[in-house]
């Protein structure tokens, strides 16, 4: 089995290679951009390539060459915050590169497996009693990142409908774990925390609107979802990934804080705009079809974090 992993290079491209080396016996080749990515620890079933997944024409000399059995397309610009700063930069990275895998793999002679990674927030703010999220419930995309989250979902379906491509769309909610950027609120805190023991930040954790709970999951579960919607999922579907169950950003916050010795104050940024309070989603259609369910205690995703900021400010 040869699987194709773009965005290699990433947070979840990385846990995924890890995975699929660990509970496969597959070839895998994964795409990095802006910068290649030296293996410290090159191994034989994994190796890399630098490639702009924008230009269509390396694209289809790639997926022609290694001619892949399954797709995992995760490269994207992923921050929906910086996606309003310059909505095309978004917008045309995350369309154009999966038209181009798209296209590609089209004129292959044998299938291939897709799987379009669309995001919770395609569903952008959810009304209350529209709890928990169900793949059923109305897509309202509120940034330039969901717009984009939403066409790429949508594009995988086309292709599905249009040309019998084996296509996979997976709509997973917040996901966590070690290695995450700081830009995103699990690692934020945690980097924050970490900086303060070290001494090299004062005694202060700066946070922004606290009173919302989200949907977590580990990333560490996400991607043996992944490897389950490659393996065992129904072409043409759309699945949820998540926990269930609302965590509260100020609760997490509070567990982070009570796993140091250290005392801080929490100072919270007065501009930051409040949020929609509570979104939580259902995975149940995805585990009736693979018999997925989350297995990490979120506390435990918490202290992994946590003890990976520890390690990166000792360095």
Do not use: C
Not at 200 to 224: C, K, M, T, Y
């Amino acid at each position: 089995m040869r699987a194709l992993i773009t965005g290699a290079g990433g947070f979840v491209g990385g846990h995924l290679s890890a995975y699929l080396l660990t509970h496969t016996d597959w070839e895998l080749l994964g795409t990095v951009y802006p910068e290649p990515v030296e293996d410290a620890q090159p191994h034989l079933r994994l190796r890399h390539v630098h490639l702009d997944l924008r230009d269509p024409g390396r694209v289809a000399e790639l997926v022609a060459s290694f001619a892949p059995e399954a797709v995992f397309h995760l490269a994207a610009q992923a921050i929906p915050a910086a996606s309003f700063a310059n909505p095309w930069d978004t917008l045309e990275n995350n369309i154009r590169a999966q038209v181009n895998l798209l296209e590609a793999l089209r004129r292959l002679e044998r299938p291939s497996r897709f799987l379009v990674i669309g995001s919770n927030e395609e569903y952008g703010h959810p009304r209350s009693d529209e709890l928990p999220v169900t793949e059923d419930t109305p897509l309202r995309p509120t940034s330039p990142y969901a717009v984009s989250k939403v066409t790429q979902d949508f594009l995988g379906l086309q292709y599905h409908l249009a040309h019998g491509m084996d296509v996979v769309r997976l709509r997973p909610f917040n996901h966590t774990g070690p290695g995450q950027s700081p830009r995103l609120v699990v690692p934020a805190f945690a980097s924050q925390i970490a900086r303060v023991e070290a001494g090299l930040q004062e005694p202060v954790i700066r946070v922004g609107n606290l009173e919302v709970s989200r949907d977590f999951l580990d990333v560490r579960d996400v991607v043996r979802a992944y490897h389950l919607a490659a393996t065992a999922g129904e072409a043409g579907e759309v699945y949820n990934l998540a926990s269930g169950h609302p965590q509260s950003l100020r609760g997490l916050l509070d567990t982070l804080l009570a796993l140091s010795s250290i005392s801080m104050r929490v100072e919270v940024d007065p501009t930051r705009p409040a949020d929609t309070p509570v979104i939580y989603g259902s995975a149940e259609k995805f585990r009736r079809q693979t018999g997925w369910e989350p297995t990490i205690a979120f506390e435990q995703t918490l202290r992994d974090v946590l003890e990976y900021w520890r390690e990166q400010v000792r360095m």
